[in-house]
Structures are given as C-alpha cells and as structure tokens.
C-alpha cells in the first residue's frame, strides 16, 4: 500500500451530480462536517443518468415513481429547514449538469472545488436556475476568481469528456445506485442521511490506524 | 373536530409490514422513542406486496435491483449496530407475513401490540425464522399470555382478512410507497431514518395546540 493509498482509505470519497437533489444537501453540509471528523474529502462528480439508465430507466425516480417523487419534495423542504438552507422547489428536475460537473472535474484537487460546488447547486436548488450553460458556469467561475474562458475551454475538451465518462463508468463498477454515495475504503454509504455516519466511520478507520503498534 | 380527531391530528400513525427490514428498526425502537416525546402511537399494519404491485414490480426493490439490494444488507447490519440491535441477514427475502399481520390488527388498540411485533420481527431478523404459521404465531402469543386458539381463529376470519385488505387500500390512498411510513396529521414522513423528525413534528404539534388561546 503506498502513502497516498494510506491516506485514501482514511478519506471520505464524496460521489454526487449537480442535479440531484439530495447531492444538494451534502454539498452544502460536507465541508463543515468533514472538517469537524478531520477527514478530507475526496471529490468525485459523475452522471446518474447513465446509471438509472442501466436499470431501465430513462428517468429519476422521483420523476418516474409518482407517490415517491410528491413526497421527496415535501421531504426537502423539511431537510433544508433542519440544515438551515435555502430551498426552492426547481421548475425544471432533473437538471442537466454536464459543463459544470466537467469543470468540477477540473478542481476536484483545487481549493475552490467545494465552493464551486457549493455555488452551482445554490443556483438550482435555492435560486432555480438552469446550470447547464457556459454564461451560468462563467459567472460562477468569475466570482471565484477563476478565468471562465480558459476553465471552459478546459472543460469542453476531449479529455476532460472522457474524464467525466470515465468518473460515471467508476461509480457503475463500484455499484453505485444514487447520489450521493460515500465511501471510505471499500465501505458503501448510501444518501445525504447517512454523512455522519460515513465521517464516524472514516474517523475511526483512521484512529485504528494510528494506534496499531506498526505505525 | 371530535376530540378523538384532535387526539389523533398529535399522534403518530405507524404504518409498518413484518416483511420490511427497515421496518424491524422501527419497530424496536418507536415505543421508547414515542414515550420520551409523549406521543401515542397508532398501529397501523399493512401489506406492501400490493403496493410494489402497483408500481409494477413482483417483489421488493431490494430484490429487482441487485445494487441496491447488496448494498441494504451492509446497511442493516450497520444500522443495527448503532441502534444495540440483534441482526441476521434473512435466508428467506421478504418473508410473507400474513397471518402475523392480521394477528397485529387484532390487536392496535391493546397493551400487548407492542411485545407482538417486537417478538415477530426478531423472529425475522434475528432469529431467522419463518413466521407466516400457526405454529410460530401461537409461539408468541402464548409467551404473552394470549391464547392462541382463539386469537388465530379470529386472525383468519373473514371480517379480519378484510380489515388488513382495507388498511392496504387506505395506504395505497394516502400514497405509501414503501415501509415504514409514519403521519402525523396529514404529514408523511418515509422511512426509519425520519422517525424521530416525526415524532418531533408531532411533539410540536401538540404543543402549538395545548397554547392556542382557545384551549
């Protein structure tokens, strides 16, 4: 096991979609927490759409499955006032998300990876606003101090396509199901309601490590 | 309002089925839960199976779809562990339960519902048994002091088959997706996961009622 493999197995891989609505959730509440653990976060952007489509859906649930996609949004109105976070209903859901989840690509390994995110799930879930287009990500970008035409530009190459393609094709041999998916090690945690218990986890991983004699 | 409608807008209906794991969680856990939040509980036993019908599926999605199945096993034996819970992954998945369910509507209103579907349950998820039979259901009623004779006969007559057949319809009604399911009020909350936000919600509603001017 190299150090970085150490290191990882410590760290919580943090799988979310910019349009999925319970990804809004912990992007909004892991960087607090998992700095409350001490456990870094390992960022992980990919697309459920090819996932759900996997299972034969063209769909989310909570489009496809009626009862449950009435109740998910009275569910997050009561999660976003639990959590203290703005909250309006999208008129449009599932949002497309593919040039931001590109450039969160870009930043997985950047300091501005969790407030880029941050920003991009405000404007759909809080502000009700498409994601999905470079004069959206470019005001983003602006604010953060970044370039938006060399960061766009970045975004919408060839590689960095197939980086996210490659991402999604992970999240699919790792049996991902849903956004958001933790995962510390090989350990599987599914959904915004299970964070905490992900971060104990990692915590705890990480302090058996450290009192081993070997260490 | 009759007074028994205003009791019941501050209590929290559980609706629950012996076949569902997360259900198990519940219902180990809502009597001393409801106790500390003084809310009563109304039992309220139904059968998934045609609820899953109605979306299309022969079976639970725990078994329809691998991914999310493998991964319910991890979570319940995490889950309890957190909670102190004994835990045995089923060999049989889901297990009918329609005896024990009309056996439960017997009993709703009386001091004993709470010990049956406890006893039940570990039945399922602890000791890995059967429990759609004479034999087991008699087992535990007779550890209550019920007599089963007389209990299994009434579970199987017809007024008591329609009973479960008219609490899975009101279910279907109310829109339950899955199990457990508890309201308050007219609020649904899904899960096990939410069941202390319910009984939060109900606590509060009682208060907000016992301060109005009126009272």
């Not at 009626?66 to 976070?85: A, H, N, S, V």
């Not at 809080?126 to 602006?142: F, Q, S």
């Not at 960095?160 to 049996?175: H, I, P, V, Y």
């Amino acid at each position: 096991m190299t150090q970085s493999d150490a290191a990882s197995a410590h760290a919580l891989e943090f799988w979310f979609e910019f349009g999925s609505n319970y990804s809004y959730l912990s992007v909004m509440r892991i960087e607090a927490l998992a700095a409350q653990y001490a456990v870094p976060i390992l960022w992980r952007p990919f697309l459920l759409g090819p996932i759900f489509k996997k299972f034969g859906w063209d769909n989310s649930p909570f489009v496809l499955q009626k009862e449950k996609g009435m109740y998910t949004w009275i569910d997050m109105t009561r999660q976003c006032e639990k959590y203290g976070l703005p909250w309006t209903r999208p008129t449009h859901f599932p949002r497309s998300a593919l040039l931001p989840m590109r450039v969160a690509l870009l930043g997985v390994d950047q300091p501005w990876i969790g407030a880029f995110c941050k920003r991009i799930m405000q404007l759909n879930f809080a502000a009700d606003r498409e994601i999905d287009n470079p004069e959206v990500v470019g005001e983003v970008l602006t604010e953060l101090g970044l370039s938006p035409h060399h960061m766009i530009e970045a975004a919408c190459s060839e590689p960095s396509k197939l980086r996210l393609r490659e991402n999604t094709q992970t999240a699919m041999q790792l049996g991902i199901f849903g956004a958001p998916t933790f995962f510390v090690g090989t350990g599987m945690f599914w959904g915004n309601d299970r964070l905490e218990d992900a971060l104990i986890f990692a915590a705890r991983s990480r302090q058996g490590k450290l009192s081993t004699p070997s260490e």
